[in-house]
T-cell receptor
Framework: SAVISQKPSRDICQRGTSLTIQCQVD?????MFWYRQQPGQSLTLIAT?????????ESGFVIDKFPISRPNLTFSTLTVSNMSPEDSSIYLC???????????FGPGTRLTVL | QQQVKQSPQSLIVQKGGISIINCAYE??????FPWYQQFPGKGPALLIA?????SEKKEGRFTISFNKSAKQFSLHIMDSQPGDSATYFC?????????????FGKGTKLTVNP
């Protein structure tokens, strides 16, 4: 497994502002992923963030709204830009250490947009 | 387009009983099928996973049964305990350029009554 931390654990933000979520892993990993989990719902992949390359976004998610940085093999950030109440969700990062498909998730960041 | 269909949406089981959650997938290119357990306020935790080359995998009280021809897989929790009360997600992924993206089912909320 992997020890993954996220900051902040939760936040309440005003409409129109931006929030940057940090994901820190205890060891170097090539593949990191960012997911969104809306209240009471399943997980939806936002983007794949591999070090050394641009993030790959899934259909329905765009870089202008969810810019991602991956400066090294243990850290990534996801920014939720120009927030609206519809962005209220839990945002989760995950890592795949072996490339075999086993993904381990961080504790999540619970975002509420007023 | 929902690629992984999960049922039931909710499940109530008595302590000591067997909990069974089912998933069906559409894409025959999927080659990895994990189950995740999520407690309120926590990130999903990898519980058990299977690949198509085997029909069953058991870890403690948790068993995955896999039917490749029917494109179905299920999670069986034997001797269910109140501590098993959580939301369970099935998922599937395929190797795509080295990054295995997970597609999640909608989740099953399991309640185990004492």
């Amino acid at each position: 497994s992997a020890v993954i931390s996220q900051k902040p654990s939760r936040d309440i933000c005003q409409r129109g502002t931006s929030l940057t979520i940090q994901c820190q892993v205890d060891s170097q990993v090539t593949m990191m992923f960012w997911y969104r989990q809306q209240p009471g719902q399943s997980l939806t992949l936002i983007a794949t963030a591999n070090q050394g390359s641009e993030a790959t976004y899934e259909s329905g998610f765009v870089i202008d709204k969810f810019p991602i940085s991956r400066p090294n093999l243990t850290f990534s950030t996801l920014t939720v830009s120009n927030m609206s109440p519809e962005d209220s969700s839990i945002y989760l990062c995950s890592v795949d250490r072996t490339g075999a498909g086993e993904q381990f998730f961080g504790p999540g960041t619970r975002l509420t947009v007023l | 387009q929902q690629q992984v269909k999960q049922s039931p949406q909710s499940l109530i089981v008595q302590k000591g009983g067997i909990s069974i959650i089912n998933c069906a997938y559409e894409n025959t290119a999927f080659d990895y099928f994990p189950w995740y357990q999520q407690f309120p306020g926590k990130g999903p935790a990898l519980l058990i996973a299977i690949r198509p080359d085997v029909s069953e995998k058991k870890e403690g009280r948790f068993t995955i049964s896999f039917n490749k021809s029917a494109k179905q897989f299920s999670l069986h929790i034997m001797d269910s305990q109140p501590g098993d009360s959580a939301t369970y997600f099935c998922a599937a992924s395929m190797s795509q350029g080295g990054s295995e993206k997970l597609v999640f089912g909608k989740g099953t909320k399991l309640t185990v009554n004492p």
